[in-house]
C-alpha cells in the first residue's frame, strides 16, 4: 500500500489497521480488539491480549530456527573488545539471569531500575525483566547520584541492576558510588541490587544487599515467559518535562510490540537477518525502541556500540563499525555527525571503507539542519531520514516511510505523519492552522499503539501536561508547521525543555538547582545555539543583596553545582552573574527574548517589558561570554 493511503486507513479505521499490524506479534491469547477508549480522553489498545515482550523478542526466533544467528554484537573500542551472541545464547542468558530475579523474588508489575552502560548485560536485564512481567526503568549513566535517587523514589523498584563501572574517554565512571549515594539519599530503598562487575573497575559490595551478577544465577532454573495483559507496562522511562522532577513514561507492551514491529519494515526497511545499528544509548528512548526491543523483535542483528563519534579511536569509527558488521540501516543522532564532520569534513575516513551495505541513514533526537544532512548524503551516497518523535510516543511521528513508499526529502523536515498519527498544527486558542502557518504541534486523540498511555503515578500530571491545552488533542511540546503535502518541520520546543546534543533536559530543573546555591537569590536557563551540540544551557545569576565573593568563584561552584546534581550530560558550563533578569510587567522572565539575544537574531522588543534597560545589560554580560557567537 502507498504511504497516502495507508495513513488515511490507519486514521479512518484504526480498529482493522491495528489488528492486522497485530498479526505479526506472537500473542499467547489475541486481543479481542484494539482500541480501548471508555476511559476516554485516556486510551489503551489491545489491553485483553496476553502477551510476553521477552518472547517476541528471542524465544520465537529461536522456535522458527533462528538460534544459530547473532542477535547482539557488542563492538566496544572504548575497550577494544568486540562480542557476538546468538538468540539463543541471548535467549539462555536472559531466561537464567530472569530465573535469578525470579529466585529473589521478583515479580510480574515488580519495578527494577537498570544502571548499566552501553555493555550486552543492560540489553539482558532488560529482556529478564520483560520475560517476568517486571517494569524496568533504565537509568543513562551520566546522570548524577541525585537523578538516580529522584527515579528510586518515584518507581520504587524491588531491585536495581547495575554495572560496577562505565567508560567515557580518558576515564572510568564508578557507577557503584553514584548507586551507593543514590540509595542513600532516596526514600525508598531496594530490597537488593545485582552488580555487574567489569574488570575495569571492580566495585566492592554491599554485604547483605549486594548480589554479584555471575554468583546469584549459580545453579538457578531459568524462568519462563510470564504472560502479562496487552496493556501491561514493559518499562517505565523517565524523561525531562519543565520541572526538575522527571516525568514516568508508561510504555504498553503489546502496542509497543506491533508499532515497533511495522516501523522496523516500514520504516527502517529492514527484514530478519538483517543488520541494524542505533548508535545512541540504552539510557534514551531510541536505545529502548532501536538497540533493544525493535531489532529484536523483528530478528535482526542490532549492536551495541560503547564508544563516541569521534575520539574512539577516531572519527572513522562509525563507517569501520558499519562496514564491518554490514551494517544495513544506520541510526544516530544529527549531533553525532555534527561531530564527525568537524574533524573529517572532506570525509577522508569515509573512503577507507567499504559501506556498499549500507542502504539508509537514519537522524532522530533533535533537529536535524540541513548542512548535515546535505554533507551526510554527499559523503555516504544513501538517503539520509530525518525523523521526529519523543520519549513519550516511543516510535517516530513522523518519517519518511522508507521500506514502504520513499517520498522526496524535503531539507529541514522529518517527512510525514505516520499511521495512527493525526498531527495538526493548532493555534493559541486550539484551532488547526492552514499550510505554512506556525503553531503549537498537536496529534488528534488517541495516540497510535504504544505511545504513553499516561503517567507512572502522575495521572494529574499526564493530563495537564499533555492534555489540558487543547482538549481532544495530545499536545507534543513542539511548535513548528505543516506544509501543503503535509510534510511536518519542528522549529523549537514550547516549554522549558532543551536538546543538548540529542539530549533532552529541563532548563526549569537547572533552575532548580541553582537556586539552591545560598548566594543565589535568583536565576535563568536558556538553551542558546551550538553549533556542535545543537545547544547548550546557558544560566544567568541574580546574587543575594550584599554578596560580596568574587563572581568567578560563585560561577564556578554553580557549574560544579548542576553536574553534581544533575550530572554530566547536562553540560552546564555557562553562566553569568547579572544584576537582574529581563521580565513582563506580571513578573514573568523573558527567557525567549535572552535567547535571541544569545543566538544574534532579530526580536521584537516584548511589549509587556517592565524595564527594556535589562536588556542592554544582558546583551553586555553575554557578550562577555562570547555571545552571539560568529
Ligand atoms: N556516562 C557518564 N558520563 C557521560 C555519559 C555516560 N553514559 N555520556 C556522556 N557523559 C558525559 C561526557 O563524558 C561529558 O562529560 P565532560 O563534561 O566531562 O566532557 C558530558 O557527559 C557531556 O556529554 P555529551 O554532551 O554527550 O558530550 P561529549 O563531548 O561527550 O560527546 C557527542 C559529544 C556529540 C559525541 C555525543 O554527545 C553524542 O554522541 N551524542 C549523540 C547523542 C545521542 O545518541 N542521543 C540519543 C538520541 S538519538
Ligand atoms: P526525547 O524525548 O528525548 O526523544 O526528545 C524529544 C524531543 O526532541 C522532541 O519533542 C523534539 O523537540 C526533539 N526532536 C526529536 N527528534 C527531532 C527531529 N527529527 N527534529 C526536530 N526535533 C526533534
Redesign the pocket.
Known amino acids: 500500500m502507498r504511504y497516502a493511503d495507508l495513513h488515511q486507513t490507519s486514521l479512518q479505521d484504526p480498529e482493522s489497521f491495528w489488528m492486522e499490524q497485530a498479526q505479526a506479534i506472537d500473542w499467547i491469547k489475541p486481543p479481542s480488539k484494539a482500541l480501548f477508549d471508555a476511559q476516554a480522553p485516556l486510551y489503551e489498545w489491545f489491553v485483553d491480549g496476553e502477551v510476553n515482550m521477552c518472547w517476541n523478542a528471542l524465544d520465537r526466533h529461536v522456535e522458527v530456527g533462528r538460534g544459530d544467528q547473532v542477535a547482539v554484537i557488542h563492538d566496544s573500542p572504548i575497550t577494544g573488545t568486540k562480542a557476538h551472541i546468538t538468540y539463543t545464547e541471548m535467549r539462555d542468558r536472559v531466561a537464567r539471569l530472569a530465573g535469578a530475579l525470579q529466585a529473589r523474588g521478583v515479580e510480574k508489575g515488580d519495578r527494577v531500575i537498570i544502571y548499566m552502560p552501553m555493555i550486552p548485560e543492560a540489553l539482558m536485564a532488560m529482556l529478564a525483566c520483560a520475560r517476568l512481567g517486571a517494569i524496568h526503568s533504565v537509568v543513562f549513566g551520566g546522570f548524577a547520584a541525585n537523578e538516580l535517587a529522584v527515579r528510586i523514589d518515584d518507581a520504587q523498584p524491588k531491585c536495581v541492576i547495575a554495572a560496577s563501572c562505565g567508560i567515557e574517554p580518558g576515564r572510568v565512571i564508578g557507577y557503584k558510588p553514584l548507586l551507593d549515594g543514590a540509595i542513600e539519599s532516596a526514600r525508598h530503598k531496594p530490597e537488593f541490587c545485582v552488580i555487574f562487575q567489569r574488570e575495569q573497575q571492580v566495585a566492592p559490595l554491599t554485604p547483605g544487599r549486594d548480589l554479584d551478577w555471575n554468583a546469584f544465577q549459580d545453579g538457578v532454573a531459568p524462568a519462563d515467559c510470564v504472560p502479562v495483559a496487552g496493556n501491561h507496562p514493559v518499562y517505565i522511562l523517565y524523561?525531562s518535562g519543565t520541572t526538575g522532577q522527571p516525568k514516568g513514561v508508561i510504555r504498553p507492551t503489546g502496542g509497543y510490540l506491533v508499532a515497533l514491529q511495522w516501523t522496523m519494515k516500514n520504516i527502517y526497511n529492514v527484514d530478519p537477518g538483517d543488520v541494524f545499528w542505533t548508535a545512541s544509548d540504552v539510557g534514551?528512548?531510541?536505545g529502548h525502541s532501536y538497540i533493544c526491543y525493535g531489532p529484536l523483535i523483528t530478528g535482526n542483528t542490532t549492536i551495541v556500540f560503547e564508544g563516541k563519534p569521534v575520539g574512539t579511536p577516531d572519527a572513522g569509527t562509525f563507517w569501520r563499525v558499519i562496514s564491518e558488521h554490514r551494517v544495513k540501516s544506520f541510526f544516530t543522532a544529527p549531533t553525532a555527525f555534527r561531530a564527525v564532520r568537524r574533524e573529517d569534513p572532506k570525509g577522508e575516513f569515509v573512503r577507507q571503507y567499504d559501506l556498499s551495505c549500507l542502504k539508509t541513514v537514519y537522524?532522530?533526537?533533535?533537529?536535524?539542519d540541513p548542512d548535515t544532512i546535505i554533507w551526510a548524503q554527499d559523503q555516504l551516497n544513501v538517503p539520509v531520514v530525518?525523523?521526529?518523535?519523543?520519549?513519550?510516543t516511543g516510535w517516530p511521528i513522523a518519517a519518511n516511510p522508507v521500506g514502504c513508499e520513499m517520498l522526496p526529502v524535503k531539507l529541514g523536515s522529518?517527512a510525514v505523519a505516520m499511521p495512527g498519527y493525526d498531527v495538526q498544527v493548532l493555534d493559541e486558542g486550539g484551532k488547526p492552522v492552514g499550510p505554512d502557518t506556525l503553531g503549537a504541534i498537536a496529534i488528534k486523540l488517541p495516540l497510535p499503539p504504544g505511545t504513553l498511555p499516561n503517567l507512572w503515578n502522575a495521572e494529574a500530571r499526564y493530563r495537564k501536561s499533555y492534555l489540558a491545552q487543547f482538549p481532544g488533542y495530545y499536545a507534543?511540546?513542539?511548535a513548528g508547521y505543516m506544509d501543503a503535502d503535509g510534510y511536518v518541520y519542528?522549529m523549537a520546543?514550547t516549554d522549558d525543555?532543551i536538546?543538548v546534543a540529542g539530549?533532552?533536559l529541563s532548563t526549569g530543573g537547572m533552575e532548580e538547582v541553582l537556586a539552591s546555591h545560598p548566594d543565589v537569590a535568583e536565576c535563568a536557563v536558556i538553551g542558546v545555539a551550538d553549533s556542535l551540540k545543537g545547544q547548550l544551557p546557558l544560566g544567568f545569576l541574580c546574587l543575594n543583596k550584599g554578596t560580596e565573593r568574587d563572581h568567578a568563584e560563585i560561577v564556578g561552584e554553580c557549574v560544579k553545582l548542576v553536574r553534581d546534581k544533575i550530572g554530566p550530560v547536562a553540560a552546564f558550563k555557562l553562566a553569568v552573574v547579572v544584576d537582574r533578569l529581563p521580565k513582563t510587567r506580571s513578573g514573568k522572565i523573558l527567557r525567549g527574548t535572552m535567547v535571541s539575544i544569545a543566538d544574534g537574531k532579530e526580536f521584537k522588543m516584548p511589549a509587556t517589558i517592565d524595564d527594556p534597560a535589562i536588556l542592554d545589560e544582558i546583551t553586555e554580560a553575554l557578550r562577555g561570554l562570547g555571545y552571539p557567537q560568529g
Open positions: 524523561t534514551w528512548v531510541v537522524l532522530a533526537g533533535e533537529r536535524a530525518d525523523h521526529w518523535w519523543q520519549t513519550e522529518p507534543t511540546g513542539d519542528i520546543r525543555v536538546n539530549h533532552r
